[in-house]
């Protein structure tokens, strides 16, 4: 893809993504906590499995003090069978405890203090700070790394190398909504094996990287 390609992209991603479901994470935006607690929950984690998890869990508690007031052993079966789920819990009673003894109390809005909250790497970091504060981030997942790639926008072999190289070639007013976009797109149409090219409208602007079968 060239460079100027990008915005004819973004514009025609625009007009197909509002036909589909907006991923589960997308949900829970403007509100930092939920989003940050959704997005660790969808980690290795179908969408739908995410979402029925989270209505429960957030339906005992929205925020820190209320999540950490729950029993470990009640946010487990609240959002069991998303994968790890003895894991999610204890990460998510140690993200309330650090939020609440480390940043007063508040979803720290930067990605630099979100990695040291457990459980959360760079996807969740770069979401939370987008979704939750609409503050500019790149938010990497399997989906944005692929079709990215798949479009020979960027070549890159892993999602934090792709973060990196999109920071530096995505210009900034698409950073916030690249990842929704993408993840609708990469799970409705430019799915991983044998994308739907017939019917995607991006076709001019794709190199079809790594694509040996289609419909």
Not at 4 to 30: F, Q
Not at 159 to 169: G, I, T, V
Request: charged share 25%.
């Amino acid at each position: 893809m060239k460079d100027v390609d990008i915005h004819a992209a973004i514009r025609l991603l625009k007009k197909e993504v509002p036909r589909w479901k907006t991923p589960i994470v997308g949900l829970y935006s403007r509100d930092p906590f939920l989003v940050l607690v959704s997005c660790v929950l969808s980690l290795r984690t179908k969408d739908a499995t995410t979402e029925e998890a989270s209505k429960r869990l957030f339906a005992l508690a929205k925020t820190p003090q209320a999540m950490l007031a729950l029993p470990r052993r009640g946010i487990e079966k609240a959002i069991y069978p998303v994968s790890f789920y003895r894991n999610k819990a204890e990460h998510i009673h140690a993200i309330c405890a650090d939020i609440l003894g480390r940043f007063g109390g508040k979803v720290p809005d930067t990605i630099e203090d979100l990695l040291t909250l457990k459980g959360v790497g760079r996807k969740t970091a770069n979401l939370t700070v987008t979704l939750g504060f609409r503050k500019p981030g790149i938010c990497v997942d399997t989906h944005v790394h692929r079709i990215s790639n798949r479009w020979g926008y960027i070549k890159t072999k892993t999602p934090e190398e792709s973060e990196m190289a999109l920071r530096a070639k995505l210009p900034k007013q698409y950073w916030i909504i690249y990842n929704d976009l993408l993840v609708a797109y990469g799970q409705n149409l430019c799915v991983p094996v044998s994308p739907w090219c017939s019917r995607c409208r991006l076709t001019p602007y794709c190199a079809k990287k790594g694509v040996t079968t289609s419909r």
